[in-house]
């Protein structure tokens, strides 16, 4: 699954840890599930067989249903048919067929005739709307296959489905294996009939009904098409070529060929992930697949490529090999995200991709750097705890850990080992002790070890580096604690491969060394120049170096690569802002950073100054750090809403980012009347402007703009067909500062006019605009009852946006208001929240005075 970029957020036990997993005793290996949607009426009917192996005699069979109505239920083995009487066990989403009689151990069939509806949750089998139309759709993963049939809704108890649907006349439907007939049925409908899957888990499978329309490709043997309502299959021609490519590498790369017979990447109205890689049927919404070239950004078509990067890889890593338990969803996660870049790279070397990943790597760190976090394996029995390990920990820090030690393995060696482990487990499941053992065993090098340290442990190493010199050798002393803001330590060690870098050796001159424990001392030849203990930005750890050798290097940056540049502005930012240094000592290594820059180095400074500016600036010092911010984005780009000649793509993103951070500080008239004309003439022709400079443009024009402009933005938001169009103008209107439209925008959250897969990502938004903060948290108090009925399981976005408050009686407030109102599947992003909230108020009391005084000095 890939979550949309909103706050990714994380921690009470839930209150409601009572769920239990399956008994072991009844084991399914096929599934017929036969599915007739009524989708005027927002029903369906649903017939299944299901063959199980009694592993001892039973006279009950668990499993998992909710929210369904039975017709009939029938089980036969062992020469006899018994019907079974249902009962629900709500609270853990399960039923037991109790049978008059006990039935012998070995085969059995398991009949049951139920009827559903299509719920508007966005999970189960769930109903979708157009304006013109309704389509019947599923999400399944985590645990709502249950909600759409009954089923054994465990990763660990895969089956193979037969699946078959009986749909209106002139209607299609998709699911994971090809059609292999369409036969008419009377009244109007046809069967259509798939081609039996290989052993998947049931959060795998999927079924799509309604007038989907293709286009159509393939590679290496294997059929593409990608797919969406009618007239939108056309935008879809940039994802089938990023597939194609996609598919091609990973062929190449896994030595195993793409395991399913055809792959569909289908765009859906509505949906409330980023995309879904059920097996062979990858699900998106549609501005993560859908691209119209003439209105489509850099930004936009990066998204969409790394998306459906993300969801090919996971046909090996999550489907061909699945995690034996939801504990371990970062050997899916954290694999797709790592093995994203990799393909990507290949097709677009020009994306920068490596550079992005370092800056990642410092985005998980921060992340991480809290007490809140979670080890990478967490326990989680209920749906509701399984939904919330979904985060920036099972993505971007695993990601991180792998990159890390890619790079001391050597990326062949790496590579060998996954190729060993997909082969061994292929159609099975594993748990994280079958991926380190198989890699250390690939390897010889003790991959456990290290794996086993980052993984089982919360939080990120801090190593405080301390070099001593003399008689030409360099004896480095390294310290480590757990990363937290300063005077929460916590002693804590990893097993770390640290590579460094010599300044000025462009080949890696240093072999990677282990450290364990609390302390280290690594003796390395030379004095003669700074060490960098971070070689490609790829080491999972945050580094305090002595004030002397911090000045070294601020003095050789230009030695350094680009993402050992990005690894050191970030690691110097995240420990200014958990108080471990002055932000004057930062704002002076920005002042030295070389010009021009890499485009992600440039994103992650203007992302550093927006914070300042958030934080730190008051009306009596905003005009002084108007003119510092604008002195320290100097250089990188052109400050200008033209485009000067040849500028090529990164060159464009990077001049967006200095807009639109200049724009957000404040201080340039000009700035503000060129993005409104550039705003008003993309209003009117959106395909006559960049779209990648238009999205600052639109930004700033909202910030600074009247009602006119509020009005017009709605409206075009309602009006427009471009998924992509769409996005932009319903985000645009949360960024308005004027109080009486910053009231009109959150009134429009809770109209209905918001699609429930938009609304999560709107309200986040709406948080995290300083000026339409507190009244947006007002209005979700208020409608708290209906967030929890609307959008049950993405209340993370709200909770994990809290975070942007930066005053303790705001914490106050929410504490209060959530010891009476439980906050479900936003319960680990509102502990994570509130201590951000508690790190922010001391992050201003201790830089508030050293800043002041750093801006004034200039
Ligand atoms: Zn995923």
Redesign the pocket.
């Known amino acids: 699954?890939?979550r949309i970029a909103i706050a990714l957020s994380t921690l009470f036990v839930s209150a409601s840890a009572l769920a239990v997993r399956l008994p072991q005793t009844v084991i399914p290996a096929h599934y017929a599930v036969s599915i007739a949607p009524d989708l005027a009426a927002e029903t369906y009917r649903g017939d299944e067989t299901i063959d199980v192996e009694m592993k001892e005699p039973v006279s009950s069979i668990t499993m998992h249903a909710i929210g369904l109505d039975f017709r009939d239920v029938q089980v036969s083995g062992g020469g006899k048919n018994l019907r079974a009487t249902v009962s629900s066990d709500a609270p853990n989403e399960m039923i037991s067929l109790a049978l008059p009689e006990p039935l012998p151990a070995g085969a059995a069939t398991i009949r049951l005739a139920f009827d559903g509806r299509l719920n508007r949750q966005l999970r189960g089998l769930y109903l979708s709307k157009t304006a013109t139309r309704k389509y019947a759709v599923t999400q399944f993963e985590a645990t709502d296959a249950r909600r759409a049939f009954p089923c054994f809704d465990e990763p660990a108890m895969k089956a193979t489905f037969d699946i078959d649907l009986l749909v209106d006349k002139g209607d299609t439907a998709i699911s994971n294996g090809r059609i292999v007939s369409d036969t008419p049925e009377g009244e109007g409908k046809h069967r259509i009939r798939f081609a039996t899957t290989p052993r998947i888990s049931t959060y795998l499978v999927a079924i799509l009904v309604g007038d989907f329309q293709c286009i159509e490709g393939g590679v290496d043997g294997t059929p593409i098409r990608v797919c969406g309502t009618p007239g939108r299959e056309q935008l879809g021609a940039f994802a089938l070529s990023a597939a194609e490519s996609v598919v091609h590498f990973y062929n190449d790369y896994y030595g195993i060929k793409y395991p399913f017979e055809k792959l569909d990447l289908i765009a859906i109205p509505d949906f409330e992930a980023g995309a879904m890689?059920n097996a062979g049927a990858v699900t998106f919404r549609e501005t993560a697949l859908l691209i119209d070239p003439r209105t489509a950004s850099i930004g936009q078509r990066k998204g969409v490529a790394g998306t459906v990067a993300?969801?090919i890889a996971?046909m090996w890593f999550?489907d061909l090999v699945t995690m034996k338990w939801w504990d371990d969803i970062w050997l899916?996660?954290g694999f797709?995200t790592f093995m994203t870049g990799k393909p990507l790279t290949a097709w677009k070397p020009e994306w920068n991709i490596p550079l992005d990943n370092a800056a990642q790597t410092v985005n998980s760190l921060s992340y991480d750097s809290q007490r809140a976090t979670r080890p990478i394996r967490t326990s989680a029995e209920t749906s509701e705890d399984i939904g919330q390990l979904f985060d920036g920990i099972a993505y971007g820090k695993t990601a991180a850990v792998l990159r890390m030690v890619e790079q001391w393995m050597g990326e062949d060696a790496f590579r060998d080992g996954i190729r060993a482990y997909l082969r061994k487990y292929s159609f099975g499941n594993a748990a994280a002790e079958d991926f380190w053992t198989t890699m250390a065993d690939a390897s010889k090098q003790p991959v456990d070890a290290v794996m086993k340290s980052f993984v089982d442990q919360p939080g990120a190493p801090l190593l405080h580096a301390d070099d001593a010199c003399g008689r030409g050798e360099r004896k480095l002393n390294l310290a480590q604690e757990r990363m937290l803001p300063l005077g929460r330590s916590v002693e804590q060690s990893w097993v770390i491969p640290i590579c460094a870098r010599k300044t000025g050796v462009r080949a890696a001159t240093q072999p990677c060394v282990m450290i364990s424990g609390p302390t280290s001392q690594m003796p390395l030849p030379g004095c003669d120049s700074p060490l960098f203990l971070n070689r490609n930005g790829r080491g999972y750890y945050a580094t305090d170096y002595s004030p002397a050798e911090r000045a070294a290097l601020r003095g050789r940056l230009s030695e350094l690569n680009a993402a050992e540049r990005i690894s050191l502005q970030g690691n110097e930012w995240l420990l200014a802002r958990n108080q471990r240094r002055d932000i004057s000592d930062y704002l002076t290594l920005l002042a030295a950073m070389p010009r021009p820059a890499d485009r992600p180095i440039v994103e992650a400074i203007a992302n550093s100054l927006e914070f300042l500016d958030r934080r730190l600036v008051t009306d009596a010092t905003r005009a002084r750090w108007q003119r510092r911010a604008a002195e320290l984005l100097r250089g990188y780009a052109p400050v200008s809403w033209q485009a000067p000649a040849g500028e090529g793509e990164e060159a464009r993103v990077t001049r967006a980012t200095v807009l639109g951070a200049l724009g957000e500080i404040g201080g340039y008239q000009t700035l503000i009347s060129g993005a409104r004309q550039i705003a008003d003439r993309f209003l009117r022709e959106p395909a006559s402007v960049d779209a990648t400079i238009a999205l600052p443009a639109l930004g700033i024009a909202a910030r600074y703009g009247n009602a006119a402009l509020f009005d017009r933005l709605r409206s075009l938001y309602e009006q427009s067909k471009t998924p992509d169009l769409k996005r932009r103008y319903l985000n645009a209107l949360t960024d308005f500062r004027d109080p009486k439209l910053v009231q009109k925008a959150i009134d429009y959250a809770f109209s209905g006019a918001v699609r429930t897969q938009d609304l999560p990502g709107y309200l986040a938004s709406l948080l995290n605009n300083p000026a339409a903060r507190a009244d947006t948290w007002t209005a979700v108090k208020n409608h708290w009852a209906d967030l929890t009925q609307e959008i049950p399981t993405a209340l993370g976005a709200i909770t994990g946006s809290l975070g942007s408050f930066c005053d303790p009686e705001a914490k106050k407030d929410f504490e209060a208001f959530f010891a009476t109102h439980p906050a479900g599947s936003g319960t680990r992003a509102l502990r994570r929240s509130l201590e951000a909230l508690d790190t922010c108020v001391a992050f201003r009391n201790a830089q508030q005075a050293s800043f002041e005084r750093a801006i004034a000095a200039k």
């Open positions: 699954m890939k890689e993300h969801e996971h999550g899916n996660e797709a």
